[in-house]
């Protein structure tokens, strides 16, 4: 009856310091980050929407515009072929 006794005891005791760590060890470095919106979008920039066509061409949606590049493989350079302004394709 001693020898169950004690190996109660130790299982008790095991049990105990899992708890205690798993408590300080993860309840402890939990951070959050909130993030609200001010009305102040100064900080954000817009970035510009890029799309693929065909034949080594794409377009980029950038400031109202829709610019029109190609891109040569062979010297690896991109060349500006159309701008045109987003209110004239409608």
């Known amino acids: 009856m001693f020898e169950s006794e004690a190996e109660l005891r130790r299982i008790r005791i095991v049990l105990v ?3 205690v760590f ?3 060890g993860a309840c402890g470095n939990q951070e959050t980050i909130i993030k609200t919106d001010s009305g102040n979008s100064d900080d954000d920039t817009p970035q510009p929407t890029s799309f693929p066509l065909e034949h080594n061409h ?3 949606l950038e400031d109202g515009y829709i610019k029109i590049y190609e891109y040569n493989e062979s010297r690896n350079e991109v060349k ?3 701008e045109y302004a ?3 394709l409608e």
């Open 22 to 24: 798993l408590l300080f």
């Open 58 to 60: 794409f377009g980029v």
């Open 86 to 88: 987003d209110d004239e």
């Open 17 to 19: 310091w899992i708890a």
């Open 80 to 82: 500006l072929k159309k």
